[in-house]
């Protein structure tokens, strides 16, 4: 009969979906920072190199 009743019971089911959820999130966000942030260096290796050459100019 313990059995029985342990198997119906979904008392902790919620705590178990928003745990999945929150996984699902975190890793989302970790993936993102990843394709971001290689895009990041990307874009500040040309801007660093764009700046590298170009000439200032000074007025007395």
Not at 8 to 24: E, K, N, R, Y
């Amino acid at each position: 009969m313990m059995m029985k009743a342990f198997l119906i019971d979904d008392s902790g089911a919620m705590a178990l979906d928003w745990l999945v959820l929150t996984a699902a999130l975190l890793g989302l966000g970790l993936a993102i920072s990843a394709v971001v942030s290689s895009g990041v260096d990307h874009l500040s290796a040309q801007a660093m190199t764009g700046a590298a050459t170009q000439s200032v100019v000074l007025f007395k």
